[in-house]
């Protein structure tokens, strides 16, 4: 089994020109508000990375897939964790994800 370590920073200050980025998303694609009403992190990167949304959609993406979209910006692996944004993720689907 591979071994990580979990830091805390904020992911959009890396160099991405050395690291990829990843977040999950739903199969509907929805990079929108999370539960509480505040911006969840995907809507942060559909700022960072402009067009993230319609090119993941346009995958006809499904639970377990990874979809990687690379612009000037970099690249992320967005991993498709749940079908509807309002769903919660299993181990199971971010497993399946990560495995792709």
């Known amino acids: ?45 559909t700022q960072e990375f402009p067009g993230i949304r319609d090119y993941c959609l346009s995958q006809n993406p499904k639970v377990g897939d990874a979809i990687l979209f690379t612009s000037e910006n970099g690249s992320v692996y967005n991993l498709v964790t749940k079908e509807l944004h309002w769903h919660k993720p299993t181990y199971y689907s971010v497993q399946k994800a990560l495995h792709t």
């Open 1 to 45: 089994m591979d071994n990580f370590t979990e830091i805390s920073f904020d992911i959009f200050k890396l160099d991405r020109t050395k690291y990829v980025l990843a977040h999950c998303i739903s199969a509907n694609c929805a990079f929108g508000k999370g539960k509480t009403g505040t911006y969840g992190v995907a809507a942060i990167f």
